[in-house]
């Protein structure tokens, strides 16, 4: 398995690739699993968040580390959910992650910004 290189979005074939796992199986997990929805862009290609790989890997570890059915690993998804009141993962604090949600932070901070602009009409010129 090939380590995540910290970028915001990474694709099917880059998901597939690092996870080990075939986009085919990525694309009926989508179907199995409610909790795993990646992004799709205006093209329709689907966009992995890290968050979407820390899923992915948590149900790769469901089904073929400890053996659960798919609904057996859907319902351990889900008790993880209403434990935690949301899906949580035991991540490591470094460096990189630190760095990367700086990097969401200011982009999200930048998204608010314009949002909160008056729109330009036809009359602004």
């Avoid at 075939?22 to 990646?38: C, G, I, N, Q, V």
């Avoid at 820390?54 to 351990?76: F, H, M, P, T």
Wanted: charged content about 30%; aromatic content about 6%; hydrophobic content about 30%.
């Amino acid at each position: 398995m090939k380590e995540a290189s910290g970028r915001l979005y990474y694709s099917i074939g880059e998901v597939s690739e690092m996870l080990g796992i075939k986009s085919h199986t990525l694309h009926y997990w989508e179907s199995a699993f409610p909790t795993l929805k990646p992004h799709k862009n205006q093209a329709g290609n689907r966009c992995y968040r890290p968050g979407d790989l820390d899923v992915l890997k948590l149900i790769d570890k469901l089904l073929n580390g400890e053996g659960y059915s798919i609904e057996g690993a859907r319902k351990q998804l889900e008790l993880l959910k209403k434990k935690e009141g949301q899906l949580s993962l035991n991540l490591k604090v470094n460096d990189q992650s630190v760095e990367l949600l700086d990097d969401i932070c200011t982009e999200l901070e930048a998204i608010i910004r314009d949002l909160s602009r008056q729109p330009r009409t036809e009359l602004d010129g």
